[in-house]
């Protein structure tokens, strides 16, 4: 549940790539209901359309690959080119993607060089040290998936009303999402409404979370 709403982001001066991945990953889910093949040009004007051929789920999730393989191997020659860009994007990131090439015997501690080469998270401070204690704590990890699927879904539905368009609709979207265009900011005073929706959401969405094995142990103090 956590990946769309903290990864995803849009490429400022490469206006198709986004679209591009995200109508690749649609294709890879087996549900893209992409018509056209649209390419913009810098200024975001589309500048050429034609038919959208619908590759098969595997062909998506292969090309989904290389396209992640590709961008990974072309980061870490330009690490090795320009150091010093590289290390200077890294020190306010939380992630960097890196590739794992299980025909080194070393490639585990190839990628924590890596990791280390950047400076990885450098200049957020206490950040990072507060995350790892959360991501130890498998409440504290539902309930920071259950904030990000709320937030994530009020922007994209509220995107999906005011600009309708074939890859993004309100169509078959469950209550529970229309219900965060209700929310309030997200502050103390009102985490509970954040709460009570995100115990609806999460019930409907997984019916069989109380039953996880992950969750046995925390029962009862939960």
Not at 64 to 79: C, S
Request: glycine fraction near 4%; charged fraction near 30%; proline fraction near 4%.
């Amino acid at each position: 549940m956590r990946g769309l709403g903290k990864y995803f982001d849009v490429a400022k001066f490469a206006p198709n790539a986004s679209s591009e991945v995200f109508s690749v990953y649609r294709a890879a889910l087996g549900n893209s209901r992409v018509k056209l093949f649209c390419c913009a040009n810098q200024a975001g004007k589309i500048i050429h359309r034609e038919k959208y051929v619908h590759p098969t789920q595997e062909e998506a999730v292969r090309d989904l690959l290389a396209i992640a393989q590709d961008a990974t191997v072309l980061l870490a020659e330009l690490l090795n080119k320009e150091p010093e860009l590289c290390r200077s994007i890294a020190a306010s990131k939380t992630e960097w993607p890196v590739m794992a090439d299980m025909t080194e015997k070393d490639w585990k501690r190839e990628i924590a060089d890596t990791v280390a080469k950047l400076e990885l998270g450098k200049n957020i401070k206490g950040y990072l040290l507060a995350a790892r204690t959360a991501d130890e704590n498998v409440i504290r990890c539902w309930a920071a998936a259950i904030y990000e699927t709320l937030f994530q879904s009020r922007f994209t539905f509220k995107d999906a009303i005011e600009k309708p368009r074939d890859h993004l609709t309100t169509h078959d979207c469950p209550e529970w999402v229309r219900k965060t265009l209700d929310l309030p900011r997200f502050i103390k005073a009102d985490a509970r409404k954040w709460a009570k929706l995100g115990e609806e959401m999460l019930l409907e969405q997984r019916p069989d979370f109380l039953e996880a094995p992950d969750l046995a142990a925390k029962k009862r103090s939960w």
